[in-house]
């Protein structure tokens, strides 16, 4: 618990960090407040056709769409999908990836070969074009991007709790508590997680930048949520037959996409300076 | 030694991590609901017609049959024909492939040529203004959607400015083929008319794949250098007092550079999943939209001839880069 | 040492003033026009018989001759390689007059047998206008009664006969054959080649780019002073890349049905002319006429009556398409006039829907196409319009060919979907005939698998007489039922706004070449 208030206290001092949280708080509060928030919450699904394509006005703030829906509104309801895209599949890539990379790194010989070779099966082709085409063969939908987007992120996590929990083998006070005959799980749970949470939380939360890009790039690609759905990506590519006249259109939900991922790595960030200075120096594989 | 075993050792596993991906590749795109047999025989054709052509081209067998007959024929070097292009997949991935390479390598250039001596700079004037412009300019780097900066370019310096064509490499036919990179056949047959053109077609591409890898690099580079400048040795030099350009030259800019090294397997990584992004964007003819293209008319063939190449081409620079990193870097020697 | 500088100097000037002279003298060769089109789809064949579509249809009709060709607006039948033809009173038999010194592009002469080998191959390869053809003629019931007579004998008189007729290009028998590989009719060869008697030769062919092709000077039709010299087709992919192409410059032409933010552009360029005409293409909902609940006709009206046409047509649109009520279009014969058709209204919808003995208890899946905007926005027009009912919708996606898969079976096949169906030929079996006859289900056209006895009777009776008001009275009778029983939705017919370079003149607008036909332009 004290290791959880001094962890804050740093990362309240780090002002990069800071933007970050303030980002993500926006985020949240945008998700969570949209029907509040928004001018014209029922442009989620309701359509106005001779009002398409206005210019930002008093009435419409970032004016609207193709559809004649409002930008703002529309907005902050894809919050709430960009959320939840982020949350699931990052936590199920964790899900599946941390026992994975525990398991081969604690083990040797072939199984954990095996392991890691699968891992390196989903990491040879960009996790882009696997997403694609997971989406593609399922169809379009929510449930199909964010089972696309765990199963192509999870060798992130397996790959670095491998590498730490190979990393903690040699550590002597894990050495010892083995020799003492604790049961791998035991030592795993007790001893060997404590110590690796740090970098899966940093991997997490630069994770959530990461998948939410991706799901846009899917979205944009037609791959995501179908319309009516007021997806950032997708709004996108709708906007794009309407460019230059609507630059509003295609810029805001893209403004959008740039703060809240840029506020996931600036936390990120921010948790890596303060969980482990180590980790900093090293080149480390990022993604 | 250790080099040599971790080379064996993963030698060994690239046959079955290859043959891995390739049966899920495999499965994947056979349980598409989809039928490419369709796009063949065209809109007009009957049920019945479509269903003769299936037989003709084999799609009827079970699918492990399928799997192994197709096994047999990468072996041979045959990788099969396009069902929607009508040619040999290797013919296609031929073609394409100049296209993408072009691009990345112009935007690799453009990233480190620009990115490490800003992360240079950046380091060595810590803190200060220019120091801090950078490291917004970095973080903005990997925040931005690839393809939105790419229609945002598009928006201005095409739509609006008229700078830059909208999309596609050359609005016409190619210059003499020579290697399929079309800035260097211009330039190779003197034809620097089509030189110009190309150069202005690859600019707001390659513009927007580098911006990632460059925002990449100039953090790295820059932690590398401060890393150095604080070791040990050159305090022991500035102590000495040592001029500073010399000590800039002797080690911080060459251990940046050898951290880079280690860089270019992640900046590969990079580069590809962004070319996909970015080619769709400019309609770039390279392997980016093949891939989506394949995945999206299941044209099985394709799909599984782009795999075996970028599985190769992956699994391959990851072992180099590992092996770099090994070199490189003593903690890891150690382990 | 002086002598012998100044002899060099006049040596070299000597030298300068004779190629000067040569290259004044030399008279500058004549300009070559050239005309650039950027088409919206791919040239991924140049066989002309692999493909029907009207996206490629540049290939077929500036490469390639048939018997008839389809001229301006509305479409008339002329001859072209047949001067003439009769008909046998059964409606069995069509005799061909071919005319005479008619020549291929190598200099070969176009016979009878070339013709004979055409529809043969056609047939041979089950693509394209195959499936139309082999529902009249069989395999060897073609004839070269001479030289210049070739004959046709229809299974059964067919009254769109002459109008698929054009469909048969005919290719160089000999130099085909010559190409043939392992008995494939030289299909891999031209794939990539042409074998043509057209206005154009081809020149360069690059499947990811298109096709260049320079004048015939001895095509039998009679050249004009100021014709183009050389044609260029590119394949653009992004409508915006045309469009900016247009105002540059870079290209003289494109294809007329881009987006109406698009057309409001090209107006105001200074360089670009629109050319307005009204073609026939339709756009419509299939409804899945077997799957429940819409096997009920009450939910399928009530269908009819959620969409919200002014709004689609008219906003979205921007007025740039008329509402066409019935499954022909409007400037087709053969529409029963005094059919006014559904229009938007809520309370309609209700009323129908109460009156429905099936219950409405799960999504209606409505599909549209990837990479076709309007259908995503007519399918979001139509899902709100049904949320308006109380009516819940899932939307579904494909891609044309993986669309054109799931609409061969009542099972596969989306509740909705959203296409269009263009002018393939100019009669309405094209529509309406191939739509709703109970014999075309599991082609791409009939997805609405519809079933009613008493259509299939009207329908058959106008395929067989070659009596025009007879025809036309079925066609009429069928639209009524099938309006009655509302087996689809029926949006608009397609207005054709062509962007071409304001200084080029002669072109000729038809629904089935979209002029697309460059031998007619020519610069002012």
């Not at chain 1, 002597?172 to 005959?181: C, D, K």
């Not at chain 3, 206005?199 to 096709?211: E, H, Q, V």
Request: no cysteine; charged share 20%; net charge positive.
């Amino acid at each position: 618990m004290r290791a959880v208030w001094f962890v804050v206290a740093r990362l309240a001092r780090d002002r990069s960090a800071l933007i970050g949280l303030v980002l993500i708080a926006l985020l949240v509060a945008a998700a969570l407040l949209a029907p509040v928030l928004s001018t014209h919450p029922d442009d989620v699904f309701e359509l106005h056709p001779s009002e398409r394509l206005r210019a930002p006005s008093g009435t419409h703030w970032l004016g609207t769409d193709r559809m004649g829906a409002d930008v703002y509104s529309r907005l902050l309801f894809g919050a709430r999908i960009t959320i939840l895209i982020g949350l699931i599949a990052v936590g199920a890539s964790l899900l599946i990836g941390v026992p994975i990379g525990l398991v081969a790194g604690y083990y040797h010989g072939w199984p954990s070969d095996l392991l890691m070779r699968a891992s390196d099966v989903f990491l040879a082709v960009p996790q882009v074009v696997l997403a694609i085409a997971i989406a593609q063969t399922l169809g379009p939908s929510l449930p199909n991007v964010i089972l696309a987007l765990s199963v192509t992120y999870w060798p992130w996590f397996a790959r670095v709790v491998y590498a730490e929990t190979r990393a903690l083998q040699k550590e002597p006070f894990v050495e010892s508590t083995a020799a003492l005959g604790a049961s791998p799980w035991r030592l795993t749970v007790l001893h060997v997680l404590p110590n690796i949470a740090s970098p899966i939380i940093v991997r997490s939360s630069i994770g959530m930048g990461f998948t939410i890009l991706t799901a846009a790039a899917l979205g944009f690609l037609g791959l995501g949520p179908p319309p009516p759905t007021p997806e950032w990506g997708r709004t996108i590519a709708e906007s794009r037959e309407f460019l230059p006249g609507a630059w509003w259109y295609a810029a805001a939900p893209g403004v959008a996409i740039f703060l809240t991922v840029m506020g996931f790595n600036l936390l990120g960030d921010g948790l890596r300076d303060v969980l482990d200075p180590r980790l900093r120096r090293s080149p480390a594989r990022d993604g | 030694m250790r080099l040599l075993a971790l080379a064996l050792h993963r030698l060994v596993w690239f046959v079955p991590t290859l043959l891995g991906l390739l049966v899920v590749t495999f499965v994947i795109s056979r349980v598409v609901p989809a039928d490419p047999v369709a796009l063949v025989a065209g809109e007009t054709a009957t049920p019945a017609q479509v269903e003769a052509l299936r037989h003709d081209l084999g799609f009827d067998r079970p699918l492990p049959v399928q799997f192994v007959g197709y096994l047999a024929r990468l072996a041979r070097g045959d990788m099969g024909v396009s069902l929607f292009t009508r040619r040999p997949i290797l013919d296609d991935l031929a073609h394409r492939l100049p296209a993408t390479i072009e691009l990345t390598v112009v935007a690799m250039l453009v990233s480190v040529l620009i990115g490490i001596p800003l992360g240079v700079v950046s380091a060595l004037w810590r803190n200060s203004p220019f120091d801090h412009a950078l490291r917004i300019l970095t973080v903005s780097g990997l925040a931005i959607a690839g393809f939105w900066l790419g229609i945002m370019l598009q928006l201005l310096f095409s739509m609006r400015l008229g700078w830059t064509p909208l999309n596609g490499r050359l609005p016409g036919y190619p210059p003499t083929h020579l290697t399929g990179l079309y800035l260097i056949d211009a330039a190779v047959t003197w034809d620097w008319a089509t030189f110009g053109v190309a150069l202005r077609h690859l600019a707001l591409p390659a513009a927007t794949l580098a911006f990632p890898a460059l925002a990449t690099l100039v953090r790295f580079t820059r932690a590398g250098v401060l890393d150095v400048m604080q070791s040990n040795f050159v305090l022991y030099e500035r102590a000495m007092g040592l001029p500073r350009p010399l000590i800039v030259w002797k080690y911080i800019l060459r251990s940046a550079l050898t951290s880079t090294v280690t860089q270019i397997g992640l900046l590969f990584g990079i580069l590809l999943a962004g070319a996909v992004v970015t080619e769709a964007v400019f309609d770039w003819p390279g392997i980016g939209t093949y891939a989506v293209s394949s995945i999206v008319l299941s044209d099985y063939n394709a799909v599984m001839g782009f795999t075996v190449w970028a599985g190769v081409i992956f699994i391959v620079v990851n072992l180099l880069v590992d092996l770099a990193h090994t070199l490189v870097d003593p903690r890891e020697r150690a382990s | 040492m002086t002598h012998g500088r100044s002899r060099l100097t006049l040596v070299l000037l000597a030298a300068g003033l004779v190629l000067g002279l040569a290259a004044l003298l030399s008279a500058p060769a004549a300009a070559q026009t050239r005309f650039v089109f950027a088409n919206e789809s791919p040239y991924d064949t140049l066989d002309p018989h692999a493909a029907f579509d009207v996206g490629r249809v540049a290939v077929r009709l500036n490469l390639y001759d048939g018997l008839y060709r389809w001229l301006d607006n509305p479409p008339k039948l002329e001859p072209w390689l047949a001067e003439s033809h009769t008909v046998s009173p059964d409606g069995l038999t069509y005799t061909f007059k071919l005319r005479k010194g008619a020549k291929f592009h190598d200099g070969a002469e176009i016979t009878a047998e070339d013709v004979r080998y055409s529809a043969e191959r056609i047939l041979a390869m089950k693509k394209g206008a195959a499936s139309l053809l082999s529902t009249m003629i069989t395999p060897g019931a073609t004839k070269a009664l001479d030289r210049h007579t070739v004959q046709f004998t229809l299974t059964k008189p067919a009254a769109i006969f002459m109008a698929v007729i054009p469909e048969i290009h005919v290719v160089n028998s000999a130099l085909v054959k010559k190409n043939e590989k392992d008995g494939d009719w030289a299909a891999a060869w031209l794939t990539n080649n042409e074998a043509g008697s057209g206005s154009y030769m081809l020149t360069r062919y690059d499947p990811a780019i298109g096709f260049t092709a320079k004048r015939f000077p001895g095509h039998f039709m009679p050249w004009g002073a100021k014709s183009i010299d050389e044609i260029d087709f590119r394949f653009v992919k992004e409508d915006n890349t045309r469009v900016l192409g247009m105002i540059k410059g870079d290209y003289q032409g494109t294809g007329g049905y881009l987006p109406n933010d698009q057309v409001k552009r090209l107006r105001e360029a200074p360089n670009v002319k629109i050319v307005e005409a009204e073609s026939m293409r339709i756009m419509m909902f299939q409804i899945n006429n077997q799957r429940a609940p819409l096997t009920d006709v009450h939910v399928r009206r009530a269908i009819s009556y959620a969409f919200d046409y002014d709004g689609f047509n008219k906003e979205i649109l921007g007025g740039t398409v008329e509402r066409n009520p019935v499954p022909i279009p409007n400037n087709m014969w053969g529409v029963p006039r005094d059919v006014k058709g559904y229009t938007y209204s809520l309370d309609k919808a209700k009323q129908e829907l109460g009156q429905a003995q099936a219950k409405v208890d799960r999504p209606i899946t409505v599909g549209y196409l990837q990479g076709f905007s309007q259908t995503e926005q007519a399918a979001t027009v139509m899902a709100n319009g049904l949320r308006k009912l109380g009516l819940e919708t899932k939307m579904t996606s494909e891609v044309w060919p993986a669309m054109v898969e799931r609409m061969k079976k009542p099972e596969t096949s989306p509740d909705l979907v959203v296409y269009w169906i263009s002018t393939y030929y100019a009669d309405p079996n094209n529509w309406i005939g191939e739509m709703f006859s109970s014999s075309q289900w599991g082609t791409f056209k009939a997805s609405s698998f519809y079933k009613n006895p008493k259509v299939d009777d009207l329908l058959e009776t106008a395929l067989k007489s070659t009596d025009r008001a007879v025809r036309e009275k079925a066609y009429q009778e069928a639209a009524r039922i099938v309006v009655s029983d509302a087996a689809g939705v029926w949006i608009y017919n397609t207005k054709y706004f062509g962007p071409w370079a304001k200084n080029i003149e002669g072109i000729r607008f038809s629904p089935i070449g979209n002029g697309q036909e460059i031998r007619w332009l020519h610069y002012k």
